[in-house]
């Protein structure tokens, strides 16, 4: 069996497992009721996108010291990954926050900070998108891979550095999450980083083969 074979059945099994702990084995909790089952997805998509955005941040050094694509396919391919995430940590959030903060968006330092960041990656899609030059494309992009990962800390520490009503679910104890939820937790956050790595192998392994073949037919 092939390892991509082996991966997904993998990925497909964690996937599977994570649902049933995550609206079957993990309790309900006693005050926000059902809608805390989001947080289980929210805090894994989170979690995937930081990684995401910082396999990106060390690709894009790999591109500018070694000049080698393959690093550039890796960078690219887990930016796009990691915007998907994102954008569910930003679709997801405001979902919770509405029955439990009675808004949809505020500019707390974590949101804002987080939708600053989807915007950063952003553009980094967008500017691979207006460049041809495969050498600029990749170099270009390198920097902004590198410069904009220096949102991922700020967005991690800001319910440590300002006042913020983002709940914080690392603090010391778990967060105060109850063991069952703890271990929903920990399930969702393996099923989605095999998630990450399945999509991630499969994407990147895309852009190698496009990229082998306008070689090959620009060199008839």
Not at 83 to 102: Q, R
Not at 188 to 215: C, D, P
Request: hydrophobic letters at 55%.
């Amino acid at each position: 069996m092939k390892i991509t074979a082996l991966v997904d059945i993998v990925t497909f099994i964690a996937v599977s497992v994570a649902i049933y702990f995550t609206f079957i084995f993990a309790p309900l909790e006693a005050q926000m009721g059902s809608v805390q089952k989001i947080f289980y997805f929210h805090v894994a998509s989170a979690w995937i996108s930081f990684f995401a955005f910082f396999v990106t941040f060390v690709c894009s050094f790999f591109v500018l010291f070694t000049n080698k694509y393959i690093f550039d396919d890796i960078a690219s391919s887990s930016a796009e990954i990691g915007i998907i995430f994102c954008t569910i940590v930003l679709i997801t959030g405001p979902i919770w926050a509405k029955p439990i903060w009675g808004t949809w968006w505020t500019w707390d330092p974590r949101l804002t900070t987080t939708l600053i960041l989807w915007f950063i990656y952003v553009g980094y899609l967008m500017l691979r998108k207006f460049l041809d030059e495969e050498d600029k494309k990749a170099k270009f992009s390198a920097a902004l891979g590198i410069i904009g990962f220096i949102d991922v800390p700020i967005v991690f520490f800001s319910i440590r550095w300002w006042r913020t009503i983002h709940p914080n679910v690392l603090q010391q104890g778990g967060g105060g999450l109850a063991p069952d939820m703890l271990k929903a937790l920990l399930v969702s956050i393996f099923a989605f980083t095999m998630l990450y790595i399945t999509l991630m192998i499969k994407t990147a392994t895309v852009k190698h083969l496009f990229r082998r073949y306008e070689k090959i037919t620009s060199d008839r």
